[in-house]
């Protein structure tokens, strides 16, 4: 193949091939095309190889050309408008080639709504404008956010950790989701493959042991528990301090929100998640209605880049560690892990959201893990490739998966109880699923029975209004059904409403009277809860609105609360 490489590239190949990473730009204009190479060699040259590409076709024979020869691409840019193969084609398909590489779209200021439309439904990460002067300003900033996200992938992509396990066990997909949400890559095995007989063997473990976890420095953990996982792979479990100014309870937007500001400005800080940072918006597929981003940000992107700046600003953050207990201790407030340890704090963010709404349908339970999912992540993406899926759900999150599954799955159906999807579902999402062919919509109906030996093969649908049952084939089912606030640890004095979310402010103000125990003079602020210096951020607060940006405004609005709190002590 003729590669269509740059001229400075030719002549240095062999020396220049020494293992630095690629920037690819594919242009179908030669001035366009020559004019970014030159502006990124300027910049990049020294650290990075800049190759460049006159069409999709040929940028895609050079991609599979560098993908055997093992070199590593770290983002690629891609023009719009090009005649054959469009910049969104081309960047759907590299996608499949090179997975990590980070993506950005070339556009003109016209194209720039069609862009946008189009990128919604590809995982790009950034759009640029032409023209990009100066480069200082408008090029390289995004160029580096690009670069920056390609090398934590790449570093964590040095991983070594093996999972050997059952693809339809329970525990096993338990294990798999944990790693898979905290971003850790693993390699998995079938626990009968030829390559886990000969690793359980030199482990002393035998098939009946999974699922065995290899670590990364050769020490196999059997069955291991959530937190002994995290530890082992490098995941903070335990706090380094035994007092704070604040603890934040769950590690989604709003806690995530909270803990940048409240590190950055000064608090000692913990956060405290018991699977994954993240919370349900790190299982979306692609948030499209979070300031900033235009084109969209899946959820794993806005996780990993929120959990960095909060680390940045000194925030700690403990994974697979649940909170089961609160008590005020005099002045301080007393936050008890699962392990029975605990720490102090002047004040906690109550920031644990909602958890999945069970689905009431017979077998369902017993195949959780096997076929049945709450929620939809990588891992099972890739298990769907050519198979018929279903989605239970109308709402937002339902769509979401939908649309995300239907590039895997040969066939996605979703399951909607209610008789349209308008009432429960954002237009765009709607308009989106009515342009995919694979997605099937039935309205008016629930599943009533899910069966299968060693996992889900089939699953039994009813029509709501006349009652007809129908079987279909299934490998996966997908739930999102709504969901609830896991509160019941809670201290009996901490007011919350009938389904068991926190009251905050001053809707804790009845009549005139302060919540019973109450003994300040003055009425709970906006965010606080019955227990002074507590407060609730996000999905778990009563009356809060269900989304991102609203979750992570109120951790921010939580800790200049926190700080007027702090002042009165
Ligand atoms: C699939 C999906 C797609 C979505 N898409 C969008 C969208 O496009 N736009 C939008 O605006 N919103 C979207 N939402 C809603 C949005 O994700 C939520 O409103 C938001 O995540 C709420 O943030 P939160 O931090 O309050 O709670 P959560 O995200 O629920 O996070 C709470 C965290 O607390 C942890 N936790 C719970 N209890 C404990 C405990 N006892 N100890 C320690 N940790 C605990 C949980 O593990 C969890 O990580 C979506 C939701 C889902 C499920």
Redesign the pocket.
Known sequence: MSAPVDETERVTEAAERAARPILLTVDDDPSVSRAVARDLRRHYGADYRILRADNGTEALDLIRDLVLRGEQIAAILADYRMPRMSGIDFLEAAMDLVPDARRALLTAYADTNAAIAAINVVDVDHYLLKPWEPPEEKLYPVIDELITAWQAGAKRGESKIKILGHPWSAASYEVRDFLARNLVPYRWHNITDQESQRLLAAAGADVASAPVVITADGRPLIQPTLTELATAVGLSTQPLGDFYDLVI?????????AAVYAASEGLKTVI???????????????????LGFPDGVS?GQLTERARRQAQRFGAELLTA????GLEPRGSARQVQF?DGTSVLTHAVVL??????RHLEAAGAADLVGRGVYY??GAPQAQACAGKQVIIVGGA???G??AVFLSRHAAKVVMVVRGDSLERSMSSYLIEQIRGIDNIEVRLNTSVVRCDGKEHLQCVTLVHNTDGTQQVIDAGQLFI?IG?AP?TD?LPQGLVRDQAGFVVTGPDLVLDGQRPRGWDLDRDPYLLESSIPGVFA?????AS?????????G??ALAVTLVHRYLAEQ
């Open positions: 309870i769950g590690g989604g937007p709003a806690g995530l929100g405290v998640e018991r699977a994954a940072p993240g919370g349900q918006a790190g299982q979306s597929a692609r948030i499209e209605n979070y959820g560690r649940a909170v089961n699962d920031a644990s959201g909602v958890s999945y929620g939809a937002n999150s339902a979401q998966a999102f969901a896991l640890w951020a996000g999905d778990v607060r809060s609105v269900k989304r991102v940006a609203s979750a992570v109120e951790g």
